[in-house]
């Protein structure tokens, strides 16, 4: 029987968001879905009276919060990170729109605990909450969205048409957390080896690696077999240097 994604399988994450209303807001969108896991990374100020006001029905879910100090507390217990974000970059790359993510992620993905991270109302996401996030998302717009609508958006493409997202895959592919441990493991290996030799930066080099891999789409051994692979290369590197 297939998985299915479910309100409950989803926790909204703020990063240290600003205004009382967006808090209270969101809240509401979220109860609107069902959705009511949420958590605030650092906010600059508590809910507090504002913000229970324009939480309206959703004062449940915005009195059910939890404040975290970080982003990895944030997301403890999550297997599938989606960081929204609408700028573009070098360490930006392969960004989805929601239906992509839907379509195309999520169904091979499952079952999961997934994560929307949002960023702060003035600048987003920082790039080292996204590196954080398995994939990035962005909703085409002309502008910046107020961050509950935002998160309004998101959860009408998850959960507000009638068709269920539902698990396609067949094989057992690596989940997010292997494929990050993986990437961080064999980034480890290429700085002892000092790659990249040409001006790219390291880490726009994983960037890149991670997105080929996320479209191999690769099962839990075959992780595993590249990353012993690249571990043999480090210690065959560091003998010859050794030697040398």
């Known amino acids: 029987m297939s998985a299915i994604l479910s309100p409950e399988d989803v926790r909204v994450v703020l990063v240290s968001p600003e205004g009382e209303a967006n808090m209270g807001a969101v809240a509401r969108s979220m109860v ?3 959705v009511r896991d949420l958590v605030l990374v650092t906010p600059y100020r508590q809910p507090a009276e504002e913000a229970r006001n324009w939480a ?3 004062l449940p879910v915005l009195e059910g919060s939890r404040i975290a100090s970080t982003l990895d507390e944030a997301l403890e217990g999550v297997n599938l990170a989606a960081g929204l974000t609408r700028r573009a970059g070098k360490r930006r790359h392969r960004m989805l729109s ?3 993510f839907k379509t195309r992620i999520l169904p091979r993905s ?3 605990r997934l994560a929307l991270v949002f960023g702060t109302e003035e600048s987003g996401l920082s790039n080292e909450a996204l590196d954080r996030c398995h994939r990035l998302v962005r909703i085409p717009s002309q502008g910046s969205l107020n961050l509950a609508h935002a998160v ?3 959860l009408y493409e998850l959960f507000g048409r009638e068709e269920p997202i539902r698990s396609t895959r067949a094989a057992r592919l690596a989940s997010p957390e292997l494929r990050r441990r993986m990437l961080d493991a064999l980034a480890g290996h290429l700085q002892v080896m000092g790659y990249p030799f040409h001006q790219a930066s390291l880490e726009e080099e994983m960037t890149k690696l991670s997105d080929i891999l996320e479209r191999a789409e690769l099962e839990e051994w075959e992780t ?6 690249f571990k043999h290369l480090r210690i065959q590197f560091e003998r010859a240097r050794d030697r040398g």
Do not use: I, Q, R
């Open 110 to 112: 499952l079952p999961c």
């Open 224 to 229: 595993n077999f590249l990353g012993g692979m």
């Open 56 to 58: 309206c029905h959703g």
């Open 98 to 100: 929601p239906v992509e």
């Open 152 to 154: 309004s958006m998101m």
């Open 32 to 34: 609107c879905f069902g």
